[in-house]
Every structure is written in C-alpha cells, then in structure tokens.
C-alpha cells in the first residue's frame, strides 16, 4: 500500500537531514505507528506522503502510484486518496460540522445527493450525528479531532494518516481517538499513526516504526515504544 | 458535465460569498475603478468635442475670387468650371456682380457714408466673385497657385481666404496638450486602480488563507481554489462599468446643452456619440479592466497555492 524506498529528505540551504535512507513498506489493511521524538522526522514522513514536499532522494508509491516526482496537477487526486488528520484539526471556524466534512466532498466536486448520503454516514461512524449543526468553538478537543477524522474518510480513502492527532488532547480523548482509529482500521482502511505518545503507542499492540535523527532503528510486528 | 456545472455553481457561490463579506472593501475598489474609467470616458468625449471644434472652424474656410468689373458672366461662369474640374476643389458658388453689389449693401446698411458713396459711384464698382471651397484645408495655396498660372489669371482682380489653419494648428496643439495629459492622467488611474484590486484581492485571500490551506489538504485543485477570486475580480469590472454607465450618461446630458449651444456650426451630440459607440466604449472597457482583475488576481494568490 505504502512503499518508502531509501527515502531521504534534506532541507536547503540549512543542509539538515529530516530523513536518512528510510526504507518501510506498509500493506493494505495494517495499522502502523510511527514513534519518534519532536525532530526525528515523523512529520516529513508525512508531507511526503501527501506530497506537501519531495523527497531528495530514493522512492515513494502509494497504492502502486509512484509519487517520487508526483506533478503538481495531479496533487489533488493523489490527496482524494489519502485521509490526512492533523494535530491542530484544520477545521473551519466559521462552518457546521455538517459543512466542514462536507467541504471535502465539494471541492472534488461531489453533487448534492452524494454529500447528504456521505456525510451523515461518515458523521456516524465518528459518533458525532447528534452534533452535525454545531460549529467546532463549542465543540471539545477531542470531539474537533473526530469531525476532522470524518473528513479525512469522506473520500472513503484507502489510507488514513494520522499526524499526531492526539497531541492536543488529553488522555481520555486520546483513548476516544486512538479506539477510532482502530475502528477505522477493522473496516478496511490503512492507518498510519505518527505520534511521540509512549503510553498510547504501547497499548495498541500493532507494528511500531521508530525514528531517530531521521533514521528508521527499530522496524516491529508487534512493537513497543521505548524512549531511548 | 453535470459534475463542472457543480463545480461552476460552487466557484461563483463561494466568489460572491467573498465579494458580499468584504463588501466596504469591494465598494472602495470599485470607486477607483470607476473613477479610471471616467476618467477614459472624459477623454473620449473631449476628442470628440475637439474633432467637431476643427471639423467646424475647417467649414468656415472659403476662398473668393473677385472678378474685374468689366469681365462679363459668361467668362466668369468658364471661370467657375475651370475650378469645378479641380481635384482639390470641392465646390464653387458663383456670386453675380448685382448680388455681390446687394450683399454689401446689406453688410454696411448701418455705414451711411459707405452706402452714400456706392450711390455716388455710376454703376456697379464691384464684379462676380466666385466662392470656392476645397477639400482640405491645405489645398488652398494650391488654388491659388494654379489661378495664378491660368490662362484666366489676367480677369481676376483679387483672390483671398480667411486662413483659419493658425486657429486650426492652435487648436489641434491644445488637443494634444489634453490629450496627452488625460492620457498620462488615464494610466495613473488605472495603475492606482491596479494596484488597489491587487491589494484588495490579496486582503481577500490573506482572509480565506487558512481555507485556502484545507481546501488544498483535502484536495482542491488549484482551478478551484484560484476560480473564486478571479469570479470575484470579474464582479468588480462588472460592478465598475455599471458605476461608470450610470455617472456618465447624467454627466453628458447636463453638458450636452451648453455644447449645443457652443457648436452652432455643426451639430454635437455626445449623448448620441456614447449610444452609438456604446458597444465598442464599455465592451473596451469591461474587456479591459477584467483583463487586469484576472491578471492581479492570478498573481496575488500564487504565493498561497505553494501548500
């Protein structure tokens, strides 16, 4: 599903090395976690993978796409395919939870009777129908994290990356999340959890990716997170 | 098809949302704009008024021939077919000796030591005279030159036109001095109300910045992003023309009677002149000033679609 071939990536003019020849694959249907600490590259992993930047060097392929050197008009379909969550939710203030997940759909061009049948679906699976004509300012953190988690599925992605959407929550929220996560994960979709979170990252009892100074060191089925 | 003609709805929905929730910032960006395109529309109606001041002073050029007194009509009237034959010639009236004798008469009916000495004079002092108008004012020395090689030179007594090019060459400079200020005072307008929609548009995007971010993390693709603010330039060039539309035709009608006033010779209808050429004028126009929308708006959002 996911294939990082001796990916490196090094930001100009500064030199600094974000990635070092990383190498992973991840199949369809897994749940993998990418732990490192603030710095080692967990996030560049990420922008890669929506093409937000280029890798310097080795290859990137997405569900048989090789996105290496992805052109810029074919951006946006490559990011129909991936859901992408956010630590600080990246929702818009101004618009419902209804609106919010249904603005996904409308810029892809989706029509009226696709976004009224989508969005209450994926609102459901999130546990937030109840919650559809709120604004995210009188929603919780966690319950922001969740209408940001049903917009990434309201392509109804393959891939579901998550970059550190716990980071702005407490831990009971964290729990909520993580469990959606999982959920999201039995019915098919591919998961890539980034986070630096030990406790959360150890109780999911799934493969573990570690990064340290941009460098993968610890690749495991069933991994634990320790802090080195 | 039906998917474009969603997209299409959702990109004029989402431009006037941007239009309608700045709407001080668009009403000040469309006064600049309108005011450059009066300030063209000025312009325009002052070539039109100089044009018609030249095409007038140019009708008043006439040239008359005076004839001897002896020389009888029959030679005048060979005379007057000679000159009709002329290129440069456009027409040529052919006064009579009485007629001429009856118009300055007339002329001097209020000089009664003139009318008293014509009375004294036995018969008639003055001969026929010919009245000739060219094509172009220039052409006059050339009329005159070719009388004065004629075989008919020796019948004529005297030959002279009220030269009016002085009047029309200071005419045609002061249009030129106008022209070429409301031309620079054009293009400073304009650039003024370039410079404000570039701004205006880039107030609008720096405001939606954060959803232009989303839209491109959620998949967006550039058109759609760029779409909106370049349908709401195109709200301000149509917002614009419309303003200039309803500010110019008062304008002209209250100055219409002080010019048909002042150009009794030829009639000036600048009402009539911008109904006419009403097609040409704001088409030019709202062409124009969509042309600077789009290209402003374009560059302004760049910098924003690099996420």
Known sequence: MITFRNVSKIFYPERTI???????????????????????????????????????????????????????????????????VFQDYKLLQ????????????????????????????????VGLSDKHDRFPVHLSGGEQQRVAIARALAHGPKILVADEPTGNLDALNSQEIVALLQKINQIGTTVLFVSHDQTLVNQIHRRVIVLEEGALTSDQPVGRYRLS | MRM?????????????????????????????????????????????????????????????????????????????????????????????AAQALQDFRLRHAKDTSILESI????????????????HRPDDYPTIVQIIKNSPYRDLVAEENYKDHRQTISEISNVAGRVNRTGVALSVVFILIATLIVFNTIRVAIYTHREEIGIMKLVGA?????????????????????????????????AVQPYLQNFFTCSPLNLVKYFTDNFTVIVGTQLGGVIALNIIGSSIAIRRYLKV
């Open chain 2, 221 to 253: 693709s550039n058109t759609f992003i760029t779409a909106p603010f370049v349908i709401e330039s195109v709200f301000y060039a149509l917002c614009t023309i419309l303003l200039t539309i309803v500010v110019t035709f008062p304008m002209l009608n």
């Open chain 1, 18 to 84: 974000a990635l070092a020849n990383v190498t992973f694959e991840v199949q369809p249907g897994e749940f993998v976690s990418v732990v490192g600490k603030s710095g080692t590259g967990k996030t560049t992993i990420v922008k890669i993978l929506i093409a937000e930047t280029r890798a310097s060097e080795g290859r990137v392929i997405v569900g048989g796409w090789d996105i290496t050197r992805i052109r810029r008009s074919e951006i946006p379909y490559l990011r129909r395919q991936i859901g992408v």
């Open chain 2, 4 to 96: 474009l003609l969603v997209l299409l709805y959702r990109v004029c929905r989402f431009a006037w949302q941007g239009f309608w929730r700045n709407f001080w910032l668009s009403m000040v960006t469309i006064t600049i704009m309108a005011l450059a395109a009066l300030t063209v529309n000025t312009l325009i109606g002052l070539n039109v008024v100089i044009d018609s001041a030249t095409q007038c002073l140019e009708k008043k050029i006439d040239m008359s021939v005076y004839f001897d007194p002896e020389v009888d009509e029959p030679k005048v009237i060979e005379v007057k077919n000679y000159l009709e034959k002329l290129a440069q010639v456009g027409s040529v009236k052919y006064v009579s």
């Open chain 2, 119 to 134: 009375e004294e004079m036995a018969g008639n002092p003055l001969g026929a005279t010919l009245v000739v108008n060219a």
């Open chain 1, 94 to 125: 101004k618009k419902t939870v209804f609106e919010n997940v249904a603005f996904a759909l409308q810029v892809s061009g989706a029509g009226p009777s696709r976004i009224r049948r989508i969005v209450p679906e994926v609102l459901k699976i």
